[in-house]
């Protein structure tokens, strides 16, 4: 196997190479370099040197199984069929980290008022109230539920503060997908977060909306998750050591980290090795 | 020098004045250890690890704030000067801090318009001498920053007539015809930083001449180094 890892939680799993459809380009996944093409009909080729990898379509991106034998399907994603959505797809940003942090940082509310002032949060509402976390035992993803939080823009259809509610699931280790207040009482938009593997410390994060919003441009969504993305990147891209440590006790966790102690606990049982740091000895 | 020597070296990391008493936050280097720098508003100098030991972020995107207190710019948790322990975490305000999370803090020193690190907290008080590494009404020329080891940095410094004072990595010589004193900083493996003082009063054309000496040297040792 000629990628930079041989870690079957990637080699075996379906990873995101970038958007479906468009023009022959290439792309950097696990230390290697793909070119990509789509036929007239719709049907992807993702290749390395002249070997054909495993490649599907799906939820408006590519996505390769490094090995060609995947370990189990793409996970749900039921809101993309959903009418009424508006499917926005904010494009591929580069982030030179562990894609683990990424995700990690996606999951985490308390940085919001810090991290993200006047639109995610605001001082001195910093507060993470109690909320529930669970691996689903049929599908073996993470779900947050019953969270929330006070937030002065929670999104580019909002002007005034509110108390935001959050899920949060994550399907694969580079993964995951929020849901929160929307503009309409009855529904949650949905983000989803899909990291693409350049290698163990650079990712290509791109962003999905799956949103209810009658109001904001395609450009106005964009902006905004460009403008909280921007905010996390260099804080992301300045972790003293770019792969997270998922032994020993470099880094201490409190009680609203419970989504964090989950996921790192979740990528310690299945034997997450890629992006990950060693235990100092 | 042994390994616990070298641990109990002093490391003259920032002139004394680029860190501000409850102001910023400088970043620091010694001997690959990557340092926040800061003062609390007693102007009491703090150099801790640059990592918050909640997600590993860098120190030095924080801030000051309430005049004794460093908080990280991720989660805004709140570590006290001094002991470095964590004594605010924002997420649960009417929580205390547990008592194990704490910066890992070095020992500091201010003399001689530099600030000096030891990167041990404990140990004896820093020596009388590294008052003398510069003498007394002489100014910061600049800190030249060199992309090689400091044991070639001394050994460039030794052939350019220069000769190690009291403290070991105080170095005395001339630059431009000025009298120079050239406090040497092993920083990273392949980066080294050259605090120079001198008697030449700023502005003046013997300042100049001594800036343009500067550069030469740094040009000499880097080019020797590359060869």
Not at chain 1, 105 to 133: C, I, Q, S, W
Not at chain 2, 102 to 128: I, N, Q, S, Y
Not at chain 2, 146 to 165: C, D, N, P, T
Request: proline share 7%.
């Amino acid at each position: 196997m000629p990628f930079v890892t041989d870690d079957p939680n990637m080699l075996d799993d379906w990873l995101v190479v970038g958007p479906a459809g468009g023009p022959p380009r290439t792309t950097r996944l696990l230390g290697e370099t793909l070119h990509l093409h789509t036929d007239a009909d719709g049907t992807p080729h993702a290749l390395l040197g002249n070997d054909a990898l495993t490649v599907q379509s799906r939820y408006g991106f590519l996505w390769v199984c490094p090995s060609g034998r995947p370990a189990r399907p793409l996970f749900a994603f039921p809101e993309h069929e959903e009418p009424g959505r508006r499917l926005v797809d904010c494009g591929g940003l580069g982030v030179a980290v562990s894609g683990l942090r990424v995700i990690e940082n996606f999951l985490d509310m308390a940085h919001f008022p810090f991290v993200h002032p006047d639109y995610l949060g605001k001082v001195p509402h910093t507060e993470v109230a109690r909320y529930n976390v669970e691996v689903d035992a049929a599908t073996d993803e993470i779900w947050a539920t019953d969270c929330r939080f006070w937030q002065p823009r929670a999104s580019a259809a909002h002007d005034t503060g509110s108390e935001v509610f959050y899920k949060y699931r994550v399907m694969q280790p580079f993964s995951a997908m929020l849901y929160k207040s929307s503009s309409r009482p009855d529904a949650l938009d949905a983000i989803g977060l899909f990291l693409q593997p350049v290698d163990d410390e650079h990712v290509i994060a791109h962003t999905l909306l799956a949103c209810f919003d009658d109001v904001s441009t395609d450009a106005e969504l964009i902006a905004f998750q460009h403008t909280i993305f921007g905010q996390d990147k260099p804080i992301l891209e300045n972790h003293a050591f770019k792969r997270m440590p998922l032994e020993g006790r470099a880094e201490t966790p409190t009680r609203g980290d419970t989504t964090s102690v989950t996921y790192r606990r979740w990528l310690r049982e299945r034997g997450m090795r890629f992006g990950t740091a060693r235990a100092a000895a | 020098m042994n390994p616990s020597a070298a641990s109990q070296a002093w490391h003259p990391v920032a002139p004394s004045a680029e860190v501000r008493a409850g102001a910023n936050i400088v970043a620091g280097f010694a001997q690959g250890q990557e340092l926040a720098l800061w003062r609390a508003a007693d102007g009491s100098p703090q150099a801790w690890e640059n990592r918050c030991p909640h997600r590993s972020v860098r120190f030095t995107l924080g801030q000051v704030t309430g005049g004794d207190r460093l908080a990280c710019a991720y989660h805004g948790w709140q570590y006290e000067a001094g002991s470095g322990a964590c004594v605010r975490i924002p997420a649960h305000p009417a929580m205390p801090a547990p008592r194990n999370v704490c910066a890992k803090v070095f020992a500091t020193a201010d003399a001689a318009g530099m600030l000096w690190v030891r990167l041990e907290a404990d140990g004896p008080p820093a020596p009388e001498e590294l008052a003398d590494a510069v003498p007394a009404g002489w100014h910061l020329a600049r800190t030249l920053t060199l992309r090689v080891a400091a044991s070639e940095v001394r050994g460039a410094l030794a052939q350019h007539g220069f000769a190690s004072a009291a403290t070991p990595d105080a170095w005395q010589g001339t630059l431009g015809e000025s009298p120079v004193a050239a406090l040497l900083l092993d920083a990273q493996p392949q980066l080294s930083f050259l605090h120079l003082w001198t008697d030449a009063a700023p502005g003046s054309d013997a300042m100049a001449r001594l800036h343009l000496a500067a550069r030469q040297l740094r040009s000499a040792i880097e080019a020797a180094s590359s060869h």
